[in-house]
């Protein structure tokens, strides 16, 4: 065994020492979850009622209280959706799943509608494809952890704000907005650029993004006439009158705006790795260069070995965070051990 081949060993002993910590990191999370969930079990089973109390007991309660002119019913409803369909991603877990659907914009995605929601589910997306964009309306699926008040957004380096002014998936109501951008229709399936979802995660809704409704401008002089164009026959750009101009009118804190983007170099055996994977550079580029570690992971563990996985392929990282740069180490194929591969081994 030369230099070289030792030099290699102890390489990939370190790779692997640095994914056992990752390992455990999630093994923590899930045990908050763990908690997490006992607890909401204990809370359904002690709260447990059958249909016929819970009935006599909302006759009881079905009260109209006014207070200060606000009527409130002492009711508590709940709304269910059914999902149309479910996104298939190449992110099968959270870890480095982009935070908005802009950063991997080279990413193609689809949604399969549920055959279940219409008798010719085809037939509902006739005339979508006349369409650049869409907003896609989901449930984060994934997450299980309790939702709080405020939050603190990595951009903002542990300072907390209200939940309603981020984009943090943890809230009251678990639903996602993304603008996409419409790569093609095929059937029953839609295929779309831009990826921030999981694998799996199921959808509520689809509707076309229109941008004389969708983004906000001030004018100086009249910009629409006054009859609204019907469902169907807007336009897909707004058209300004002749000396009229159109500016945005919309602001955002400076946070939102503040962020500094990581410098991504790839080593010849991560570049070498990609052309004889045929995997995407430019996509990994686009995923690490915005940092998609949580503030828990960059605080306390600051630079750090970080691997995830994209569709079968896993990608392993550095992070240099006094250097403001990020390292791609290694792309490999996801290995998946059969019970009889683990059997022999044993």
Known sequence: MNENDIKLLKHQLFLARSEIKNLRQQINGLQHIYQNDVQKINTAIQSFQCDGCKLKNQQQISTVNVNNGYHESTIENSVSFKPIGIIRSIFPEKRAVPRQASVASRLVSRIELDPTVFNNPEHSFEGLDKFSHIWIIYHFHRNQAHHKAKV????????????????????????????????????????????????????????????????????????????????????????????????SNATVPNWVTSEKELTVIFNKNATQQLQELAVDKKSIEDIMKSDPRSLYLRTRYGSQIFTFQLGENTVTCRFDDKNNTVNVLQVRKVVNLSSTDMQTEE
Do not use: W
């Not at 903002?156 to 943890?170: A, I």
């Not at 959808?203 to 629409?224: A, G, R, T, W």
């Open 152 to 247: 603190a957004p990595p951009r903002l380096c542990g300072e907390r704000v209200g939940v309603f002014s981020t984009r943090s998936p943890h809230r009251p109501c678990p639903i996602g907005l993304s603008l996409v951008q419409l790569e093609k229709i095929e059937n029953s399936t839609v295929y779309f650029y831009g990826t921030d979802m999981v694998d799996e995660t199921p959808v509520l809704d689809i509707k076309p993004y229109i941008p004389q409704y969708d983004v906000p401008f001030k004018f100086n002089e009249q910009f629409f006439s006054s009859r609204e164009a019907p469902d169907g026959e807007e336009n897909t750009e707004p058209t300004a009158t002749t000396s009229g101009q159109c500016v």
